[in-house]
């Protein structure tokens, strides 16, 4: 997969595209679909696959803090999305400039200018350019008069729910991970590197691989039983938190802690998956560490009993 970060990196295609358009936050089994829909026609056409996203979300961009929590950063996007049949990334820098992009000119310089495009795929509530005012329908015309197909994307349904990533979101924010994989395909994971921390984790007997969230917000907060990927090709078992520590410093950025069993490495400077099994508990502060000595060593029996299963 090719990846073109910006648009002055995108050089115009003479051989056209087939495209799809939008935040792929959580690449789930809806944007799959897509993907493989897009895919079938590349194929038939003989030209790439592209994707098209921004960067940040528009709504961070519109609404700073109070946006919606992320389900994955740019970096966890771009890691799932080479998985799937994408030829080309285009990641898109979301500013005012684009904010204020005529929505006539995003179709004709961008669309077709640079891209191209001969297909696109595309959500029927998708909006675009200044005051929203590009929108499916538009799309549809401007296809006729430049000589491309545009399609919806079609809704994705799990047991009646349409599968989308704020319903992800919801499930996550009331600890239904199971509910949350169906969606996802796949457990919900957060990745980084792992960081150096105040290690204070060692001193109540429990070191802890430190990841920073990076996030406005998260979608997730509490403890969970968990396995770690990408140390030593190794699945590890163990019981993360996700918060703000209130006990040890109560600050207000959000970390990922994760305590392995029966692990004694540095792994400083490492890049790892940790995949969130099941929810224990919220995160609560204790009246002193030996509280939280205690709790922890109740979390932890039940997170091997969870990882037994």
Sequence with gaps: MQLIRGLNHLEPSAEGCVLTIGNFDGVHIGHKKVIEKLTVQGQALGIPVVAMMFEPQPLEFFLGENAPSRLTRLREKIIQLKCLSIDKLVIVKFNQAMANYNAEQFIAELLVGKLNVKYLVIGDDFHFGKARRGNFAMLKEKGREFGFKVEDTRSFFVEQDRVSSTLIRDALGRGDLSRAKQMLGRDYSVCGRVAHGNKRGRTIGFPTANIQMFRRNTPITGVYAVTMAG???????????????????????????????????????????????????????FKSLNELKAQINKDIIVAKQILMR
């Design 231 to 285: 140390i030593d090709g190794k699945e590890l078992q163990g019981v993360a938190n996700v918060g703000t520590r209130p006990t040890v410093d109560g600050g207000t950025k959000v970390i990922l802690e994760t305590h392995l069993f029966d692990f004694d490495k540095e792994i400083y400077g490492d890049y790892v998956e940790v995949f969130f099994k099941q929810k224990i508990r919220d995160e609560v502060r």
